[in-house]
């Protein structure tokens, strides 16, 4: 079984700010995660994904997210933010292996806002 | 934009009828999927598919049905539709590669309304 947990529902920003969205995970097996990022009335893009090795890893548009096992957490952050960042971000979980295997579970989604 | 083409792109219908949802897609992956999206749900997997003929119920598959008869296409079917099932409809796609499933892919989803 697998399950992701987003703290915020909405985060707001200000621009130049730091951004730090929230994401933990519950995974039996190791996970793969994922962060995707939603344009109003568009599908969903992907920002950035750890499968294995480093466990920070470097997405597009400046996010970037490290893997905390012990934390079971996969956090995204960006350094400063953008106007164009405003969207719905998505934290997703797979399974490396077994039934769940290229299945996602996704969060509930957290609505970035960025204030001038 | 991977080339994931989702018909139509909105549909307003009564409760009762049938629905048929369409996704095509021009990169021969093999895997395709169906989520549906409500507020405070995120994305929910309704069914998947590993290949022509093969597909899978996921987590919230009750009241739908799938079909994938050829590579490219993966329909959706609400065989009574219900306004429970009002919601946007996103397909998504993936493939292998040296045995790693790769990161889906999404189309840009279908609004249903039922009334």
């Known amino acids: 079984a697998q399950s992701v947990t987003q703290l915020g529902s909405h985060v707001s920003v200000s621009e130049g700010a730091l951004v730090l969205l929230r994401c933990n995970y519950s995974?039996?097996?190791?996970?793969?995660l994922f962060w995707y990022v939603q344009y109003p009335n568009q599908g969903l893009q992907l920002l950035l994904k750890?499968?294995?090795?480093?466990?920070l890893v470097k997405g597009i548009n400046g996010f970037e997210a490290e893997f905390k096992k012990s934390e079971t957490s996969f956090h995204l952050t960006k350094p400063s933010a953008h106007m164009s960042d405003a969207a719905e971000y998505f934290c997703?979980?797979?399974?490396?292996?077994?039934?769940?295997?290229?299945?996602?579970?996704f969060g509930q989604g957290t609505i970035l806002t960025v204030h001038p | 934009d991977a080339g994931i083409t989702q018909s139509p792109r909105h549909k307003v219908t009564e409760t009762g009828t049938p629905v048929t949802l369409r996704c095509h897609q021009t990169?021969?992956?093999?895997?395709m999927y169906w989520y549906r999206q409500d507020p405070g749900h995120g994305l929910r997997l309704i069914h998947y598919?590993?290949?022509?003929?093969?597909?899978d119920k996921g987590e919230v598959s009750d009241g739908y049905s799938v079909s994938r008869s050829k590579t490219e296409d993966f329909l959706l079917t609400l065989e009574s539709a219900t306004s429970s099932q009002t919601s946007v409809y996103f397909c998504a796609i993936s493939e292998s590669n040296g045995g790693l499933r790769q990161p889906q892919h999404f189309g840009d989803g279908t609004r249903l309304s039922i009334l």
């Open positions: 750890y499968t294995t090795g480093a466990t």
């Open positions: 990169e021969n992956h093999r895997y």
């Open positions: 995974s039996s097996v190791p996970p793969y």
């Open positions: 598919s590993y290949g022509v003929k093969d597909t």
């Open positions: 997703a979980v797979s399974s490396s292996r077994g039934t769940s295997y290229g299945k996602l579970t």
